[in-house]
């Protein structure tokens, strides 16, 4: 069964740091990883596609690496700002389940002045 | 457009009440899904329609019936819930095993 762990649960940091976001997995056979963001009590904002094929993918600040043999990803973001903050969820598909995604527990981001 | 619309935002019942969430997407997307959240916790997969046909149950209570009238929209009927259902539920949509997108929720208050 597939569990995925993000790491830190939380995160405070003043603004204009440059963070980094883990998320990793048990399964290495993963079909892609998503990054999202969520604001409270809203949906999920998708910010990044990986398919298993690829290594990173980047929008914006933002840059998304994928190391599938070590099960892990890092979610990098430039020069934080308070709008930055949120809820970042890393979710995971499967092969022959590449419809259902196992979501990280989540990390709480918060960027301060 | 790469919205995907919830109805209603805010729904408070009893437990003998029947309602209904509804979802919608015109991104052409076929496949369409259900999640329930909880509090600080990952939304977990509750449905997967494909092609307007239901390909996934994780297990779900009877107590609630999806239904997909057409390749746009999703319906969520609720019967005789008990108050640990209180959830967001979210609504979301992909073009095959591609990138999900998901609607901004239902908050659900079952009392």
């Known amino acids: 069964k597939q569990e995925v762990t993000q790491i830190p649960a939380a995160l405070s940091v003043p603004e204009g740091e440059n963070l980094v976001l883990n998320c990793s997995f048990t399964?290495?056979?993963?079909?892609?990883l998503q990054w999202f963001r969520q604001d409270p009590g809203k949906g999920l904002t998708s910010l990044l596609l990986?398919?298993?094929?690829?290594r990173e993918q980047t929008s914006g600040r933002l840059n998304a690496s994928l190391d599938k043999s070590s099960g892990r990803s890092t979610l990098y973001i430039a020069a934080s700002q308070p709008g930055d903050s949120a809820t970042y969820l890393c979710a995971v598909s499967g092969w022959g389940t590449a419809s259902k995604l196992t979501f990280g527990t989540g990390t709480r981001l918060q960027v301060t002045l | 457009d790469t919205e995907v619309t919830q109805t209603p935002k805010h729904l408070v019942m009893g437990m003998t009440n029947k309602k209904s969430l509804k979802c919608e997407q015109h991104m052409g997307h076929r496949a369409m899904y259900w999640y329930k959240q909880k509090a600080k916790k990952p939304p977990e997969l509750m449905f997967v329609y494909s092609y307007e046909k239901l390909s996934i149950n994780e297990s779900v209570p009877s107590r609630f019936s999806p239904e997909c009238p057409n390749s746009s929209l999703l319906n969520l009927h609720l019967h005789a819930l008990q108050p640990e259902d209180s959830a967001l539920y979210l609504c979301?949509?992909?073009?095959?095993?591609?990138?999900?997108?998901f609607g901004p929720g239902t908050r659900l208050t079952v009392l």
């Open positions: 990986i398919q298993s094929s690829q």
């Open positions: 979301a949509s992909s073009a095959g095993y591609n990138e999900q997108f």
């Open positions: 399964d290495s056979a993963i079909y892609n």
